[in-house]
C-alpha cells in the first residue's frame, strides 16, 4: 500500500530514487512523483498513473541533486491525481515527504491548520503531515518531527526532507514498514527491501516511533524523548536477482518456476538445524487446546488447507479465521490457544490487528512470515520463516507454497509430540513432504497442456473451481487467482454443496475446474462433475485419482501421486499456471493487477 524511497548519497538521487520505485511499484500504481533537493529548492514532479508515465515526464528535465525521495501511490484518500500524489509540500514549500499508510485525525488536524491560515491543496489524508510539519518547524527538524508524530493517529512511514536542512533525510513510522539501507558513501530509506539490493544489502530495521536522522555518511536513532537509541545493521541474504525478471515475461510466472527451489529450501530450513527448526521443536502442541490460524486472502487459504492437515493428523480443533473478521469478533482463545499468523509480508494490517488481539488475550501467536524484520515477525512470540525469497507479483504463488509446506512441517511434529503420529509415520511423512520439489518440478517441466487449455478460456466470463475437503480448500485459492489477475469472475464450491444452489449458474458451456486428489473421495467428486456436465458445462479435471477418460466437454490434467494431504502444494501449482496463462492470453498486467497492492497495510 504506497511504497516509498529516499536517498542521501553523492550521486544524483533521481535515476536511484527512480530504480527504487520500479522495485516498490508492486506496493501501489495509481500514480508517483519525486522531490529532490535542488540548488534553490525543491524539485517535484508528480504524475498520476504508472510510474512510466512519471519516467517519461521526466525525460529532459535537467532536475538534480544528492537527496531526494519518491513514493509510489495506492489511493486511500482523494483519487489519483496529479495533485494528490505524494511527495506533499508545506505551504511555503520548506518541507517536502512521501507517506505510507492512513492518518485517522488527518480531518481536525487539517481544520485546526486552516483556521490558522494554512492553504491545503490536495484531499489526501497526508498533505497534513507536511503542513504540520512546516507548521511547527523550529529550526530543528528532529524535534519538529517528534512534535509532530506525537499529535498523528493512525499508521504512517514517513520521509521527511526540510529546506533548510540540506543535508538531512527523516525517516519515522508507526504500523507501516520502513528499512534503512547502509552503503559506503551513501543512505537509504525503503518500505521493502527489493528497492536497496542493488546498493547494499546492510540495513537497519526501523521500530515504530522511532526516527532516524540520516545523512551522506551517518545514521542515528532517537526514540520520541529524543534519546539515542542503539540498532544493529542486519545482513540481508536475498540476491540482487532475486528481484528481477531474469528473462521471463512477468514476475509471477518466474515466481511459480521458482517453487521447487522454495519448496527445497523451505523445508531444509524446518527439517535441518537453524532457527525455523528450533522454533517448530520448541512448540508444545501439548499445551494447547485449541489452533486458531489467520490471515488475508491466500494466506487465509493456506489456513484453509492446515485445517483439514492438522485436525487429520493432530485431532485438535482448528479454526481458520479471516483476520479482518478475527479482531471485531471477541474471539473465544486464552493462554491455551495457539494463534498461527500466516503473511508473506508480515506487515498486513488486519493480520497485524489479529495478532495483537490474540496477544492480548494471552493466546500465544506464532508468524508464518517470508519477510525478515517485519511487524508480525518481530511482535509474534514465535516466528518461523518461509524461504521464498522476495515476492514482486502482487499474486503470490512462491510464498503460498512455502506457507503451505511449513504448515504441513508443523502439523506432523505436533502430530508425532501428542502421540497421535508415530514416529515412524511421521518420519514416513516428513520424507513425502521432502519429495515434493521434485514433484513440482515434474509439473513444471510440462506446462504445455495447461497453457495451450488455459489459451481457450479467455472468453470465459465465469469460472468454478470445485473440490471435496482439501481440494476444496485449495479451489478457494484457484479461484482467487483467477479473479485477481485474469479478473473474470469466479467461485469456489465444495463440490457437494453445487446442488445446493450454485448449479442454477451452471450453463452450456460454463468452465468449471474440479480437482481431485483424494482417492476416498474420487467417486463423490466425479459425481459432481457429472452434474454440471449433463447440464451443459465443461469441464477441466486436475486430479492424480482420476479413472475418467477425456471428452470434449472432460479435459483431464495429471498430477503426481502424492498423499492426499500434500496434494494441495502440486494441485496449486497447476491452478496458478491455468489462472497465469488466461491472463496472459487475455494481455493484461499481470503482474500489477487493477486495483490492488501486494502489501495491503491499510484497514
Ligand atoms: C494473493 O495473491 C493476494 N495478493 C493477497 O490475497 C495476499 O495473499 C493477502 O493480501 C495477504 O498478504 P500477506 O500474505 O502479505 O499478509
Redesign the pocket.
Known amino acids: 500500500m504506497c511504497g516509498i524511497i529516499g536517498y542521501v548519497g553523492s550521486e544524483n538521487a533521481v535515476p536511484i530514487i527512480l530504480e527504487g520505485l520500479r522495485k516498490l511499484e508492486y506496493r501501489g500504481y495509481d500514480s508517483a512523483g519525486i522531490a529532490v533537493r535542488g540548488v534553490s529548492g525543491f524539485e517535484v514532479v508528480k504524475q498520476k498513473g504508472r510510474l512510466a508515465a512519471l519516467e517519461k515526464r521526466l525525460e529532459g528535465q535537467r532536475i538534480q541533486g544528492q537527496m531526494g525521495i519518491g513514493h509510489t501511490r495506492w489511493a486511500t484518500h482523494g483519487e489519483p491525481s496529479d495533485v494528490n500524489s505524494h511527495p506533499h509540500l508545506g505551504s511555503g514549500s520548506k518541507i517536502a515527504i512521501v507517506h505510507n499508510g492512513i492518518i485517522e485525525n488527518y480531518r481536525q488536524l487539517k481544520e485546526r491548520l486552516e483556521r490558522k491560515g494554512v492553504v491545503f491543496v490536495s484531499q489526501t489524508d497526508s498533505e497534513v503531515i507536511a503542513q504540520l510539519t512546516e507548521y511547527y518547524y523550529n529550526g530543528n527538524l528532529l524535534d519538529t518531527v517528534i512534535r509532530v508524530s506525537s499529535v498523528l493517529e493512525g499508521s504512517y512511514a514517513l520521509a521527511i526532507m526540510c529546506l533548510e536542512e540540506p543535508e538531512v533525510l527523516i525517516a519515522t513510522k508507526k504500523d507501516n514498514p520502513l528499512i534503512i539501507g547502509a552503503a559506503a558513501d551513501a543512505h537509504f530509506i525503503a518500505s521493502d527491501v527489493p528497492a536497496l539490493l542493488s546498493h547494499t544489502n546492510k540495513v537497519y530495521y526501523l521500530d515504530d516511533k522511532e526516527i532516524a536522522v540520516i545523512k551522506k555518511d551517518s545514521v542515528q536513532f532517537y526514540n520520541q524523548d529524543k534519546e539515542p537509541v542503539t540498532k544493529s545493521l542486519e545482513t540481508i541474504t536475498w540476491s540482487v536477482d532475486s528481484a528481477e525478471k531474469g528473462g521471463y515475461p512477468h514476475f509471477m510466472l518466474k515466481e511459480i518456476m521458482e517453487q521447487p527451489t522454495v519448496l527445497r529450501d523451505t523445508v531444509r530450513s524446518a527439517l535441518t538445524r537453524g532457527t525455523n527448526n528450533a522454533v517448530i521443536n520448541s512448540l508444545d502442541i501439548n499445551s494447547f487446546n485449541k489452533i486458531v490460524l489467520t490471515?488475508?486472502?491466500?494466506?487465509y487459504n493456506a489456513g484453509m488447507v492446515a485445517k483439514y492437515v492438522f485436525e487429520r493428523l493432530c485431532r485438535i480443533s482448528v479454526e481458520v479465521e479471516l483476520a479482518s473478521e478475527f479482531r471485531y469478533k471477541d474471539p473465544i482463545i486464552d493462554s491455551k490457544s495457539l494463534v498461527i499468523l500466516?503473511?508473506?509480508?508480515?506487515?498486513?494490517a488486519d493480520?497485524i490487528a489479529a495478532m495483537r488481539e490474540a496477544k492480548a488475550k494471552d493466546a500465544v501467536t506464532l508468524g508464518i512470515v517470508n519477510v525478515m524484520g517485519s511487524t508480525i515477525a518481530k511482535e509474534a512470540d514465535y516466528t518461523i520463516y518461509t524461504y521464498a525469497g522476495p515476492e514482486i507479483a502482487?499474486?503470490?504463488t512462491k510464498?503460498?507454497s512455502a506457507q503451505l509446506v511449513l504448515l504441513y512441517i508443523l502439523a506432523v511434529r505436533f502430530a508425532v509430540k501428542s502421540g497421535k503420529l508415530s514416529e515412524d509415520e511421521g518420519q514416513n511423512l516428513l520424507r513425502e513432504i521432502e519429495a515434493l520439489p521434485a514433484k513440482a518440478a515434474e509439473i513444471l517441466a510440462d506446462i504445455d497442456p495447461i497453457q495451450k487449455y488455459a489459451s481457450q478460456c479467455v472468453g470465459c466470463k465465469s469460472i468454478f473451481f470445485i473440490g471435496r475437503n482439501i481440494d476444496y480448500a485449495i479451489a478457494l485459492e484457484g479461484s482467487?487467482?483467477l479473479k485477481?489477475i485474469s479478473y473474470i469472475h469466479s467461485e469456489a464450491y465444495a463440490g457437494g454443496e453445487l446442488k445446493h444452489g450454485t448449479i442454477s449458474l451452471i450453463e452450456e458451456n460454463t468452465l468449471v475446474v474440479a480437482i481431485s486428489c483424494s482417492e476416498r473421495l474420487y467417486s463423490k467428486i466425479y459425481s459432481n462433475v457429472e452434474q454440471v456436465i449433463s447440464r451443459g458445462a465443461k469441464v477441466f479435471l486436475v486430479s492424480n485419482t482420476c479413472k475418467a477418460c477425456p471428452d470434449d466437454k472432460l479435459t483431464l490434467l495429471d498430477l503426481p501421486q502424492v498423499n492426499e494431504l500434500l496434494s494441495p502444494s502440486l494441485s496449486v501449482i497447476v491452478l496458478q499456471l491455468f489462472s497465469y496463462y488466461v491472463a496472459a492470453n487475455k494481455g493484461l498486467d499481470i503482474d500489477k493487477p487493477r486495483n490492488?497492492a501486494?502489501?495491503?497495510t491499510v484497514e
Request: proline fraction near 0%; hydrophobic fraction near 35%; charge should be neutral.
Open positions: 490471515g488475508c486472502g491466500s494466506a500466516v503473511s508473506q509480508s508480515g506487515e498486513t493480520t502482487v499474486a503470490t510464498a503460498f482467487l487467482k485477481e490492488l501486494k502489501s495491503v
